[in-house]
DNA sequence: CGCAATTTGTTGAGCTTTCAATTAGATAGG
DNA sequence: CCTATCTAATTGAAAGCTCAACAAATTGCG
């Protein structure tokens, strides 16, 4: 007994789909064209850069970005190649690995920031009037709310 | 001279964000798990079994799937080796290719369906006001519109 | 205390995606 | 007709992601 989705619905949940998926390819390739990094890794030094001390627990690293910890690992060997994070070990856990910010990594974060927000403004707030951002983010933080509480952290 | 994000939009473009990934990630991840595909093939099957004959150029796949001509390939090769596509040679244009969706295509489309449809309506469409769906439409087509036009083909 | 259960983070294999290069066929202008 | 240009689709390599398995450290509880 499937309830499927009415041509509404369904133009509802494809549009979504297309736009989405589109803003995000655009994104992605901008900043790996301009700044030599994907968005993801981009989201890792953005969120090491408000912290103090540019460092935080893989794990909450993980959960800021919204990523699994394995793929964490991976991005942040990764980035640690590049020489823009390095690892530290962790005080007060002997399991912990801290994750910081480099010079270097800042100053590449620095380099990408003004084109990436231009391309965010163009692509997202530049389309939307004021009331449906007010309603993206109202939509956006529903879902969230929903999604949020079981993510898998494998 | 860039002209940051105030807090208001951050919160909006990050909120958007994490939800659409949260939600593609997780209906990526049901999928994969009780169907064997990730959630990309599951649409070129879907839209292969949507016209008539079952049947479309790769190009006009590609364009249908919002994916790369190149992703395409190497997609349709995979499902040609799972035995849910054929290619056919095109007949009135020999650098061409058709998809065609075969008959265990449809049925591991038919067996996957039920599944997804109930999870998209779980996780997107139960948890937002019908004001709020159509919001979501109109806020999509209105980013498509935007995006749609220079979509690379590469 | 002592041991089971949980948490943290990593690893490697396999799969998907991207990018740039390439082949082959169609098309338009002179 | 013939050549330059464009379009269709594929390819291989490099990169990123997912999943399951694992090691090491911590926690909770009898």
Redesign the interface.
């Known amino acids: 007994m ?4 009415d041509p ?2 369904q ?3 494809r ?2 789909l ?7 390819t ?1 994104l992605d ?1 901008e900043l790996q064209h301009d700044a030599g990094m994907p968005h993801a890794y981009y989201e890792i030094l953005v969120r090491l850069s408000e912290v103090p001390g540019q460092t935080l627990r893989m794990s909450e690293l993980a959960e800021a970005t ?1 990523s699994s910890r394995s793929r964490l690992s991976h991005a942040v060997a990764r980035l640690e190649e590049s020489g823009w994070v390095r690892r530290e070990e962790c005080p007060t856990d002997r399991r912990g690995q801290l994750a910081v910010l480099t010079e270097a990594g800042l100053a590449a974060l620095s380099a990408a ?2 084109g990436h ?2 391309g ?2 163009q ?3 530049d ?2 009037s004021p009331v ?17 509480p079981d ?2 952290t494998s």
């Open positions: 499937t309830r499927w989705l509404d619905e133009r509802t949940w549009a979504f297309a736009a989405s998926r589109a803003l995000m655009t390739r919204g920031a003004p927000v231009q965010v403004r692509h997202l707030f389309q939307l449906q951002l007010t309603q993206l983010r109202e939509i956006s933080e529903a879902l969230l709310h929903h999604l949020e993510r898998p």
